[in-house]
């Protein structure tokens, strides 16, 4: 696996993300994939699953996100990435910082994902 192919591809999930735009983020998943967002809560299992989760929870918040650091890539075709997701949490302005662990496939298509984050993670944005 490609380093840079997995630095982009990730680098690209939340330019998606930013956008709001979630049949590109669904594109970089493969039909199997699996994701834990946060870690500990139940693995969402295949694309449709993953689908109704993006657009029950994305579709549904005005979110922007941006890295806050650069990409980490693995050997084994894994990479970490630590971002921040601006979003309104029950009614406040909030900025969530998250960091998203990938694997993919030989395809280059995201195979699973964790998303690493929590309540201690998440602070108040001035309005």
């Not at 894994?78 to 302005?93: C, I, Q, T």
Request: aromatic share 8%; with cysteine; glycine share 10%.
């Amino acid at each position: 696996m490609d380093a840079q192919l997995i630095r982009r591809r990730m680098a690209r999930y939340v330019e998606l993300v930013d956008a709001g735009d979630i049949d590109g983020i669904l594109s970089l998943y493969a039909d199997d994939a699996v994701i834990e967002d946060p870690v500990g809560a139940p693995p969402i299992v295949g694309i449709e699953a993953i689908a109704r989760f993006y657009r029950e929870g994305l579709g549904r918040a005005e979110a922007s996100a941006q890295l806050t650091g650069p990409v980490r890539v693995a050997s084994n075709g894994s990479g970490a990435m630590p971002f921040r997701v601006d979003l309104v949490w029950n009614g406040e302005p909030c900025s969530l910082h998250v960091i998203d662990v990938m694997e993919f496939d030989g395809n280059g298509r995201i195979r699973t994902m964790k998303a690493y984050w929590g309540e201690l993670n998440m602070e108040r944005r001035p309005e």
